[in-house]
C-alpha cells in the first residue's frame, strides 16, 4: 500500500453520475437551436474536455457553427436540470469519508459553479479541502498546472498525490504532473482509451482505493 497524502478526483464520471442530465441538457439546447438531437453514445464520446468542447463536439455535423449560443444555452438549461437525475456513484461519499485524514480534492473541467451546486445538493461540499473547476485557472486538463497548483498549495510531493479519474485525460494530466494515476473502469471515459493510457491502477469501484493507499 502507498502512502498518500492528497487525493486528486476528477468529477463527472469518477464521483458524480452526471450523465443523464448532461446528455438532456445538449439535446435541449439543440433543440432550442432547431437542430438534430444526438444519440447517447455520441454525447458520451463528446464530454470530457469542458463545456466549449462538448458543445463544439455536439455542433460538429449540423452545419451550425455558433459555439457561444450553444454554450450559453447550455449553461442555462444545464442549470435548471443538473440535479434531475445526477447520483454518487456507488461508495464514493463513503471512500472520501474514509480518507478524511488525508487532503481531498477535485481537478476537473467543468465550470466550478456547477460543482459546487451539485455537492452542495448533496451535503457533500464540506468534504473537499480544494475545487478547481474547468474556469478555475487559464489552463485545462490534460494541462498539469491544476494539479501543480493543489500539489503546491498542500506542499505535497509527486510520490505523495494520486490522480483519479475515468478518462484518459486524467492520465496524462496525472503523469505530466508526475503523480501516481488511477482509472475507474465505470465511468464516462471511453475503456480502451483509459486502459491504453496506462494508469498505475485501475480499479472498478472506489472502495477498491482502501485496498491501494493508506
Known amino acids: 500500500m ?27 439546447t439543440l433543440t432550442e437551436m432547431n437542430l438534430q438531437s444526438l444519440d447517447r453514445k455520441t454525447i458520451r464520446q463528446n464530454i470530457g474536455s469542458g463545456v466549449v468542447n462538448l458543445m463544439t463536439r455536439s455542433l460538429a455535423s449540423s452545419g451550425c457553427n455558433n ?16 440535479l434531475d437525475q445526477t ?28 460543482i459546487e451546486k451539485t455537492l452542495e445538493a448533496m451535503n457533500f461540499l464540506p468534504s473537499f479541502d480544494s475545487i ?10 490534460p494541462n498539469p498546472k491544476g494539479l501543480q497548483f493543489l500539489m503546491k498549495k498542500y506542499n505535497c510531493p509527486t510520490e505523495k498525490v494520486v490522480m483519479i479519474g475515468d478518462n ?15 482509472g475507474v473502469t465505470y465511468g464516462l471515459g471511453n475503456p480502451g482509451s483509459l486502459r491504453d493510457s496506462k494508469p498505475d491502477y485501475l480499479i472498478d469501484n472506489l472502495s477498491d482505493l482502501k485496498s491501494l493507499f493508506n
Request: hydrophobic share 35%; with cysteine; net charge positive.
Open 2 to 28: 502507498k502512502k498518500i497524502s492528497l487525493f486528486v478526483y476528477d468529477f463527472d464520471g469518477t464521483l458524480v453520475d452526471t450523465f443523464e442530465d448532461i446528455a438532456n441538457s445538449v439535446n435541449r
Open 132 to 141: 478547481l473547476g474547468g474556469d478555475s485557472l487559464d489552463e485545462q486538463k
Open 168 to 182: 484518459a485525460i486524467d492520465v496524462e494530466t496525472g503523469k505530466r504532473a508526475g503523480v501516481i494515476t488511477c
Open 87 to 114: 447520483k454518487l456513484y456507488p461508495n464514493g461519499r463513503k471512500i472520501v469519508e474514509h480518507f478524511s485524514n488525508k487532503k481531498n480534492t477535485i481537478l476537473s473541467n467543468k465550470p466550478i459553479a456547477f
Open 67 to 82: 459555439i457561444k449560443a450553444a454554450v450559453s444555452l447550455f449553461q442555462k438549461h444545464y442549470n435548471h436540470h443538473l
